[in-house]
């Protein structure tokens, strides 16, 4: 009997038990944007981790290419090429993160070995929302000043 109950402890969980998406509201508390990208098959791709807080909790998340695009606004190349000419735009990058509201979707990794929550989706809350490259557009391109509509 002993050894029936110790074999179902070591049977793995069935895939829907561990991988099930959670959407929440959260604030970016810090991103790392100095290190945001990857290259897979002659392509860069986003991967950027955050510290995110929510109403209970703050914990570090990894947001992917798919759902970085949302926030930056463009291609993690296009990214990397703006940063390589203009100086410290990853740092201005992490710092217009801060503070924003997101709705996020996390979810863990698929084979459940990952140490971070992936956001699968992400949805920004506020109506004034502009994707990083546009910001930074605007403060290195509009004379140093972000312009506001």
Known sequence: MASTTSNQRKRKQPYE?????E???CSVVAADCTNFSYISESKRLFKVLMSVATHSEVFVVIMFDR???VLFGCSADEFFDFVKTHPFADIAASRAL?????EVTLASSKNGNAQHLRVTTVVPVQPR????IETLRAMYLGGGKLMIE
């Open 17 to 21: 038990e561990i991988y099930q998406p």
């Open 23 to 25: 959407t929440t509201i």
């Open 67 to 69: 759902a970085a695009r």
């Open 98 to 102: 801060e503070g924003e509201m997101l």
């Open 129 to 132: 929302f502009r994707p990083i």
